[in-house]
């Protein structure tokens, strides 16, 4: 059997993933990541969490540490996010820290700690393919999470396992109350975990850029109206945009912060038959040709084109995706690639 060090977030998920580790014979042990020292009232890794991870792991009689990251959270997640806005794009906070954090640091520091693999609640799978180990989504279509993980190599996955990717989130929680863990009825965690839900993003950046207030103009550039933080406005926002009336231009279609200033249009004008991406990801061979395309970590799949130069070309025009925004590939609903949104 592995030794296994299991990410604890706090939540129902991690809590089974940790049970039925221990269940198969596995020597196991829990971590939390303390990872935002400021104001936190929603999202995960809170004071909260860490008291509950611990709380289950001694339900389980595991050991159980707090690993503090709040350093290289700054630097690789917040720091970018904030850049992000002032820039104009629209960022993916919790791919980031994915990407940096929970799969990269922490795998760097199991390994050198002794452990065989790391095991985090994420409800995605490891398949084996013919071309080796690949990531793919999770049982529960509706708390699939592979967008979020489609950075993972498979070098990543020969060290990873997400014991409930092939469990509903009924079952989880079923379990979960046999087994009696204190976490069995708590809520799940959406939200960005350094925005408080009191203040708001608004809020939040405001103590760390300035914001501008921004005109709004249709796609023929006559005004419409203003904005009150045009770092704020994305793509397809329809709330806080001053129009004046104008009910037939709802919709941010372009933002250009710059120029402080935002083109509002239609339904119609907010559609597109192609997304330009950049930083490419691909897991195995680079892929050209028909292919599932998902733009949100709760977005559903569309059929669409992989074009040579990598950018994606719709079967039938979509919204928009804000620049900034994950793109995944995926084939059978296995993860082939990724890239963001231009």
């Known amino acids: 059997m592995s030794r296994v060090l299991v990410a604890m977030s706090g939540g129902v998920d991690s809590a089974v993933s940790?049970?039925?580790?221990?269940?198969?014979g596995h020597e196991i042990t829990?971590?939390?990541?303390?990872?935002?020292?400021?104001?936190?009232?929603?999202?995960?890794?809170?004071?909260?969490?860490?008291?509950?991870?611990?709380?289950?792991?001694?339900q389980l009689d595991i050991d159980h540490f707090v690993f503090n990251y709040g350093e290289e959270f700054e630097r690789h997640v917040v720091g970018p996010y904030v850049?992000?806005?002032?820039?104009?794009?629209?960022?993916n906070p919790c791919i980031e820290c994915n990407r940096h954090i929970k799969f990269d640091a922490l795998l760097s520091r199991a390994r050198k700690l002794g452990f065989d693999l790391v095991a985090t609640g994420h409800h995605a799978r490891i398949v084996t393919t013919d071309n080796g180990l690949r990531l793919a989504r999770g049982s529960d279509l509706a708390k699939d999470q592979s967008y979020v993980l489609y950075m993972l190599s498979e070098q990543d996955l020969s060290l990873l396992e997400f014991p409930v990717g092939q469990m509903k989130k009924t079952e989880v929680r079923e379990l979960a109350n046999e087994l009696g863990l204190r976490s069995a009825s708590k809520p799940d965690s959406q939200d960005v975990c350094f925005i408080t839900a009191s203040e708001g993003r608004g809020a939040f950046l405001s103590d760390r850029?300035?914001?501008?207030?921004?005109?709004?103009?249709?796609?023929?550039?006559?005004?419409?109206?203003?904005?009150?933080?045009?770092?704020?406005?994305?793509?397809?926002?329809?709330?806080g945009l001053k129009l004046g009336g104008n009910v037939n231009r709802t919709y941010a279609v372009e933002v250009d912060v710059p120029a402080r200033r935002v083109v509002a249009g239609s339904a119609r004008e907010l559609l597109s038959d192609t997304i330009e991406l950049r930083d490419h990801i691909w897991v195995g061979q680079e892929q050209v040709g028909p292919i599932e395309v998902q733009t949100s970590a709760h977005g559903d799949p569309a059929p669409a084109f992989l074009d040579s130069d990598g950018s994606v070309h719709w079967t039938e025009a979509r919204r928009k995706v804000a620049p900034g925004q994950a793109v995944v590939f995926y084939l059978d609903d296995v993860v082939v690639g990724g890239a963001t949104a231009n």
């Not at 829990?30 to 001694?58: E, F, H, I, M, N």
């Not at 850049?83 to 960022?91: E, V």
């Not at 501008?212 to 704020?232: F, I, K, P, R, W």
């Open 209 to 239: 850029l300035d914001l501008h207030v921004g005109e709004v103009v249709d796609v023929n550039g006559n005004n419409l109206g203003s904005v009150d933080a045009v770092e704020l406005v994305t793509i397809g926002q329809r709330k």
């Open 30 to 58: 829990g971590v939390t990541l303390k990872l935002w020292g400021g104001p936190q009232d929603q999202g995960c890794c809170s004071v909260s969490d860490v008291d509950d991870a611990r709380r289950v792991a001694q």
């Open 18 to 24: 940790a049970a039925l580790l221990k269940q198969q």
């Open 83 to 91: 850049k992000a806005h002032a820039a104009g794009l629209t960022p």
